[in-house]
Structures are given as C-alpha cells and as structure tokens.
C-alpha cells in the first residue's frame, strides 16, 4: 500500500509495512446455522474468499468461533474493515485480528539439573546430603526416681518458684480405707495408694436423637 502527498512541487512516497501485522482473523458469535448447514458455511467462506481465494477455515462450534486465515496481512486486514459488524444471515458478524503468542521454545523443557532433587520421587539426591539420625529421647531419671519414691502425705517440688514464676509441687493423697485400717506392704512400710482413673460420665441422650 503506497501513499503519495502532492505539494510544494513536490512529491512524498511512504510505504505501509505489514510484515508484523497479523494475517488470520476472528469471527465471533458465528450463526450456529453455519456450522450446521453446508450452503451457508459456503455463502460464510466465499465473503472472505472474494479477498483471498486461498482463504483457509478453522471451525469451532462449540465457541460459536471462526478462524480465517489469509495468506497476507493486506487481504485480512482489508476483510476486517469491510466485514466488520456487518449482516450475516440477520445477525451481526465481528470480526477481530488473532494475536499470536510466542513463548519461546515451542516444546516443554525439563527443570534446571539442580532442581531436579525437588520433584518427588527424586531421581537422586544431592551432592553431599545425608540422611540426619534421630536424636536420642531425653528421660530425666531424677525425676522418676524421685516420684517413684513419693508417698502419701509426702510433697515434691517440680520446679522453684523465682520473682516471675511460681512453684510447681506435687502433693500425694492420703489413702483413705474404708475399714479404717492402714493397708500395709512388705515389711511393715505403708503400702502405696492406688491411682484411681476418674469414671466417665453416664451417657445421656440428647432431645435431637
């Protein structure tokens, strides 16, 4: 396409470039009739042929979409200003460029190598990981001994109180018979109370059930 200004004697020649432009449009919200019946698909292909005879179609019914593919940039944009909004079998025919997106390589490429030990399963770990053992479980057999040796009427300090904290004693229960007698363990020595678990409470059923 040339466009040539007159004035001043002279003469002005500037050409439009279209190598960048896109070549394939978009007719959107097509008729379904189109995709369904054979005369008007034809009638649809032959407005857009009368710009292109190598004018090539892809359908997509199940957007109501039609992908128009010409073999220049000129011709598509050429359509699109004449077609544009035009009537189609009584509905309104839009018509829009399709924008094509580069990204890159046109196959998916694997992950970095040094990211590979992230996918699950790894395929191999890392150099120079190793496997963290376990630590071995603290057991404060002060504590036990000292509890073992707990009877009742006895007390126990857990922790000292200081300033901001308070003091943590254990306190042991008398055992109380209900003959009134002392129950005795090997020789002579009071024998230990007995822990006791709190009974659970009686099932009651709700109003709901």
Known sequence: MQQSESGGGGAATSEVQLNDQPNALIAC??????????????????????????????FFKSFRR?????TDALAAAEARVKLHKSDFNGKEMRLYFAQSVHIGSPRLEPPKPEKQFLISPPASPPVGWAQSQDAKPIIDYDLLCA??????????????????????????????????????GEGGKPARPKIIQTR???YVPSVNQ
């Open 200 to 202: 659970r409470p009686d």
């Open 66 to 70: 039609v992908r128009i593919n010409f």
């Open 147 to 184: 509890v073992s040796k707990l009877g009742p009427g006895e007390q126990y300090e857990l922790h000292t109180g200081t300033t901001n904290t308070p003091s943590v004693i254990v306190h042991v229960c008398e055992d109380d018979s209900s003959d009134g007698e002392d129950e005795t």
């Open 29 to 58: 919200k097509v008729p379904e009739e189109v995709f369904n019946e054979q005369q008007l698909k034809e009638q649809f292909e032959a407005l857009f042929r009368a710009f292109d005879p190598s004018t090539s179609f892809q």
